[in-house]
């Protein structure tokens, strides 16, 4: 298996432009996390999904973040607008929750808003 | 509300010794306890998953432990090697109706050759 797959790995955007950032879970794995990693708040959940539905989301900033899983293999994270204070690196990573419950991380994607 | 700490946040160690690492959480309502390694620019590498009911699981040259009761996790590091170095995270999947998901920190660890 190729490990859970983000794109882009980069993204550099001005300040209102809309951002989104793709996530492709290991195959099986039924829930998936969208993480944000900044060096001030450490790692932080935004969202996770469970068999494709949202299930926590408690951790987006605010409305200007979204996110979908629309199937069991895809799943994106959107900023519209996006703003210089969401530059930050994003997770995704997933779980097989008949298993062990280990993660499994992408190699995340670096977003800067300028 | 959970809280996970990792303390030191940086430790430097002569390569060859051995090390611990130390995680504490402040609710003992877990599932389970993980530790994953992160490189400079890369994405987090899981290294052990303790469930609730265990005491400790090894793999290789580490070994990590849980204490529920006092809320503590070590993960130690035998005859380290610059290769080690690393920022090392530990995450705990809560037991409450969140179900969620809480990182510590890290501890970022240097290993002189």
């Known amino acids: 298996d190729a490990g859970v797959i983000q794109s882009p790995r980069h993204e550099v955007t001005e300040m209102g432009q809309e951002v989104t950032l793709r996530c492709k879970p290991i195959?099986?794995?039924?829930?998936l996390f969208w993480y944000r990693q900044t060096m001030m708040r450490g790692l932080e959940l935004l969202i996770y999904?469970?068999?494709?539905?949202?299930?926590?989301d408690s951790g987006m900033p605010e409305d200007r973040f979204s996110a979908k899983m629309p199937n069991a293999s895809f799943s994106t994270l959107k900023i519209q607008p996006s703003e210089p204070r969401d530059s930050a690196v994003y997770f995704c990573?997933?779980?097989?929750?008949?298993?062990?419950?280990?993660?499994?991380f992408g190699p995340g994607t670096r977003l800067t808003v300028t | 509300k959970q809280e996970v700490t990792q303390i030191p946040a940086a430790l430097s160690v002569p390569e060859g010794e051995n090390l611990v690492l130390n995680c504490s959480f402040t609710?003992?309502?877990?599932?389970?306890l993980q530790w994953f390694r992160q490189d400079p620019g890369k994405g987090l590498t899981s290294l052990l998953l303790?469930?609730?009911?265990?005491r400790e699981q090894t793999s290789g040259r580490l070994n990590a432990s849980l204490d529920k009761s006092s809320g503590r996790s070590t993960l130690y590091i035998a005859a380290s090697q610059p290769g080690d170095s690393a920022t090392y995270l530990c995450?705990?999947?809560?037991?409450?109706?969140?179900?969620?998901?809480?990182f510590g920190k890290g501890t970022r660890l240097h290993i002189l050759p």
């Open positions: 990573a997933s779980r097989s929750d008949g298993g062990s419950y280990e993660q499994y």
């Open positions: 195959s099986g794995h039924n829930s």
């Open positions: 999904f469970n068999n494709n539905v949202p299930i926590d």
């Open positions: 609710d003992s309502a877990i599932y389970n």
């Open positions: 303790i469930q609730s009911s265990q």
């Open positions: 995450a705990v999947r809560t037991m409450n109706r969140d179900d969620k998901i809480i």
